[in-house]
């Protein structure tokens, strides 16, 4: 049981699924669930096999960036995930939805019931990572999946943009409140590179990663650039083309996490 009495959700008898990795931001828009995407399609481009949870119940983009769509798979009370190019193992609600344009108008306790089951009555299989992308904020479907689900660590989203505010450091006092361990977190849109002259412009005023990292204690993992390259290809489903190599040791992190 986690510090508010509750226990973890078990696995069902189909899945073994070795490490379990959120990816949470202080707010929308600072690029969440494009890091989730490119975090799964890099561990799989290590080798391993890797699984998406779409827990973004209300603005879920993942199955859109890597062009996954149709009804999954569905046995006696157990759903397939769907499968990517790569291989990489999808399950969101957008793939449940007869028509993807309608709003999820659901109270939050539905919605984080429809994560939970995403966990419990879903067919994943072997699975080395699990990242489940959360909705922005620190709303009850973050809350109920750092309680329920048996993570191994939260790594926080931000941008130049809302490094100042206190946003990020919400997010990150509620992974530390429910002693989960916060493995680091990304600056993205951090830069843009001129086109012309290839120099670095800060876009959204000056990168507050250095301070973040030394006020809060937390590892910069990645500074991404904005980069039209990859809104474009999201936007194609063609996310796992995006050639930039990222998360490269971080399998290492998770796994000092876990055996420290
Ligand atoms: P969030 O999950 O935080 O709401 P998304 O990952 O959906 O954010 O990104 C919001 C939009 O910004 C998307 O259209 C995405 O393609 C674009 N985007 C995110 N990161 C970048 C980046 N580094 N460069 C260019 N576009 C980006």
């Known amino acids: 049981p986690d510090k508010c009495g509750i226990d973890k959700l078990p696995q ?55 062009g996954v769509s149709g009804l999954p798979e569905q046995g ?8 990517t190019d790569k291989g990489i193992k999808i399950m969101s609600l957008n793939l449940l939805l007869e028509n993807e344009d309608m709003p999820v108008i659901w109270r939050g306790p539905v919605i984080a019931g429809a994560v939970k089951q995403f966990w419990t009555d879903v067919a994943w299989g072997d699975i080395d990572y699990l990242v489940v992308d959360l909705p922005p904020g620190t709303g009850d479907v973050p809350l109920t999946v750092l309680q329920s689900l048996p993570l191994d660590g939260v790594i926080i989203v931000t941008s130049p943009q809302d490094l100042a505010n206190m946003v990020v450091r919400k ?81 290492d992190i998770i796994n000092t996490q876990v055996t420290s």
Not at 18 to 37: I, L, N
Not at 221 to 244: F, H, T, V
Request: net charge negative.
């Open 76 to 83: 006696d009370n157990i759903m397939y995930a769907k499968e």
């Open 171 to 251: 997010a990150v006092n509620m992974v530390k409140y429910m002693n989960i361990p916060v493995l680091g977190f990304v600056e993205n849109m951090s830069y843009l590179n001129c086109p012309d002259c290839g120099k670095e412009i800060q876009v959204f005023g000056k990168s507050h990663a250095d301070s973040l990292a030394n006020t809060m204690g937390l590892r910069l993992l990645e500074k991404l650039p904005i980069d039209p390259a990859l809104s474009e290809l999201s936007d194609n489903g063609q996310i796992e083309k995006y050639g930039r190599e990222l998360f490269k040791g971080l399998d």
């Open 12 to 66: 069902n008898e189909y899945n073994n699924i070795k490490h379990v990795v959120a990816v949470m931001s202080g707010k929308g828009g600072v690029g969440k669930s494009s890091v989730s995407a490119l975090l799964a399609v890099s561990l799989a481009n290590q080798g391993y096999k890797v699984g998406i949870l779409d827990a973004d119940i209300t603005g879920p983009s993942i199955p859109k960036m890597f």
